[in-house]
């Protein structure tokens, strides 16, 4: 037998594919398998001819052609399939042998598998991937998470195949025990919800209200990219509204149907939220946004039924082009607040030791959310490391006193108008939310301990002593226990 490969791959799709071409040109020898046998010669045959691609037909071939500890990464389907793959892996491997699974699982899973797989002296790897075709291929933003001991024999590999900041600094570095990484990832994916949405409602704006063509928001959108909001999703975004249909030479995205699908990672951060008590009602509303657009029909024939306002706006279209854009610039970073609040939330749970500014590099190149002011956010994190909201640092805090103007009428026209904000609109109220020292919770607690005897804490009384209230003078003094649902 000739060389054996540095490291194992199954799943020869999009990003298999890729990454097996991106650790090959770094100079790793890779084994590759796929259950579909044909698409195994395909790649070899194909993509992989002349490369140092092993093909190999079956498991226990694919085993056989790695050296140790074996290194297998799984980039299959998440849930059952990534399961049924360890299951028949097993057998072949020896103590100390790595698993990596590289899809995007939901973090639990990560952390069952890490525990099952060290039972059995296994080292598992849970590793968030993101950057989509091109991002394999070229270098995407690699975020590995499970058994701390198997980072030393993937460190090289996956730092060389990740993409790199203008240092030279890899975008990929070990997040932490468990499911950690991929719970990191499932983050990145949910700010990329709130990102997106918050493009589009810009996008929405400059349509609707302002009535430009989508050459007009093709040059904003460009501008943009020149400035503080230089990002992935800016630029593609600036991409898609300058491209034609040859068929019917309209813009592309005029012909696209308004109905979004999505894969589940924006709701499991949704509900990490919610498990958590972290708020983050930008990315939430992120998701409701898509499960609305996809009641398409509903809509159509609520749209002859409900009416609103006249959306034409008749003011400044330059000043109010400005206030869209300071409007989406505060909105993203509430929804960054979001997130890295969530991470310091999961990280407590989950004694997790989670480097947050490390996190900010990783997303910096690679991923889809990479931007320019995830430097700042590194920034904001090296100068204090305990930062509980990055609305608290300095920066970010200037930042958000010169866009509040803007914002607010950005999105108050947009109301008036009846166009629908709701990620900037959820994030406008989260940042006045957290700002202010009273909520109406007091009322809140009232009607709980008037209905249910739930008690409530008073102002003038130490925290964590509880009372109650007979407010409809019946007598009863029995009150039900206090907890968090």
């Known amino acids: 037998m000739?060389?054996?490969?540095?490291?194992?791959?199954?799943?020869?799709?999009?990003?298999?594919?890729?990454?097996?071409?991106?650790?090959?040109?770094k100079g790793f020898t890779v084994a590759v398998f796929n259950r579909t046998v044909s698409k195994v010669d395909d790649f070899v045959n194909g993509r992989g001819k002349g490369k140092k691609v092993i093909g190999t037909r079956s498991i226990e071939e694919l085993c056989a052609n790695l050296s140790s500890p074996r290194k297998i990464m799984l980039m299959v389907k998440a849930g059952k399939p990534v399961d049924d793959?360890?299951?028949?892996?097993?057998?072949?491997?020896?103590?100390?042998?790595?698993?990596?699974?590289?899809?995007?699982?939901?973090?639990?899973d990560s952390t069952r598998r890490t525990q099952y797989l060290a039972g059995k002296g296994i080292l598992f790897v849970g590793t968030g991937v993101s950057g989509g075709e091109e991002g394999a291929l070229k270098g995407p933003s690699i975020m590995p998470g499970g058994n701390p001991a198997a980072w030393p024999h993937m460190k090289k590999i996956f730092q060389?195949?990740?993409?790199?900041?203008?240092?030279?600094?890899?975008?990929?570095?070990?997040?932490?025990?468990d499911g950690a990484g991929h719970f990191v990832k499932m983050v990145h994916n949910g700010i990329e919800y709130g990102d997106m949405q918050m493009i589009c409602e810009a996008y929405f704006i400059?349509?609707?209200?302002?009535?430009?063509?989508?050459?007009?928001?093709?040059?904003?959108?460009?501008?943009?990219?020149?400035?503080?909001?230089?990002?992935?999703?800016?630029?593609?975004?600036?991409?898609?509204?300058s491209k034609r249909d040859p068929e019917t030479g309209k813009a592309v995205v005029d012909i696209i149907l308004d109905t979004a699908g999505q894969k589940g990672t924006?709701?499991?951060?949704?509900?990490?939220?919610?498990?958590?008590?972290?708020p983050s009602p930008t990315i939430a509303e992120a998701v409701f946004a898509r499960c609305i657009s996809a009641m398409k029909e509903e809509r159509v024939v609520a749209s002859k039924i409900l009416h609103g306002p006249s959306s034409e706006f008749k003011g400044n279209q330059g000043e109010f082009i400005e206030d869209v854009r300071k409007a989406l610039y505060a909105s993203k970073i509430c929804s960054y607040a979001q997130g890295f609040q969530l991470m310091r939330a999961a990280a407590q749970e989950y004694k997790?030791?989670?480097?947050?500014?490390?996190?900010?590099?990783?997303?910096?190149?690679?991923c889809i959310i990479r931007a320019k002011f995830l430097g700042d956010i590194k920034g904001a994190f090296d100068t204090n490391p305990d930062l509980p909201n990055l609305l608290l640092d300095p920066f970010f805090r200037d930042v958000l006193d010169n866009c509040q103007d803007s914002w607010r009428r950005a999105i108050a026209t947009s109301i008036q108008l009846g166009i629908p904000v709701p990620a900037f609109s959820s994030a406008i109220s989260y940042f006045d939310s957290y700002r202010s020292a009273s909520l109406p919770a007091?009322?809140?607690?009232?009607?709980?301990?008037y209905f249910g005897a739930h008690m409530y804490e008073r102002i003038d009384k130490p925290r964590g002593k509880f009372f109650h209230t007979d407010w409809a003078e019946l007598g009863g003094k029995t009150t039900s226990s206090t907890y968090d649902a």
């Not at 040059?219 to 990002?231: C, I, Q, R, T, V």
């Not at 989670?354 to 190149?365: D, E, H, S, T, V």
């Not at 007091?442 to 301990?449: E, F, K, V």
């Open 442 to 449: 007091n009322l809140l607690q009232a009607q709980r301990d």
């Open 160 to 177: 060389s195949i990740s993409a790199k900041v203008a240092d030279g600094s890899p975008c990929c570095e070990w997040v932490g025990n």
């Open 352 to 366: 997790w030791n989670l480097n947050y500014g490390q996190i900010a590099m990783m997303w910096r190149g690679g």
């Open 85 to 108: 793959f360890i299951e028949l892996i097993l057998p072949h491997l020896d103590k100390g042998d790595i698993v990596i699974d590289g899809g995007n699982s939901h973090f639990p």
């Open 266 to 278: 924006g709701k499991w951060t949704s509900i990490a939220a919610l498990d958590l008590g972290s």
């Open 206 to 241: 400059m349509k609707n209200a302002m009535g430009m063509s989508p050459e007009d928001m093709h040059n904003a959108f460009m501008k943009w990219n020149k400035g503080e909001l230089d990002s992935y999703l800016i630029e593609i975004t600036r991409d898609i509204l």
């Open 2 to 25: 000739g060389k054996k490969a540095d490291i194992g791959l199954v799943g020869l799709a999009v990003m298999g594919e890729n990454l097996v071409l991106n650790m090959e040109s």
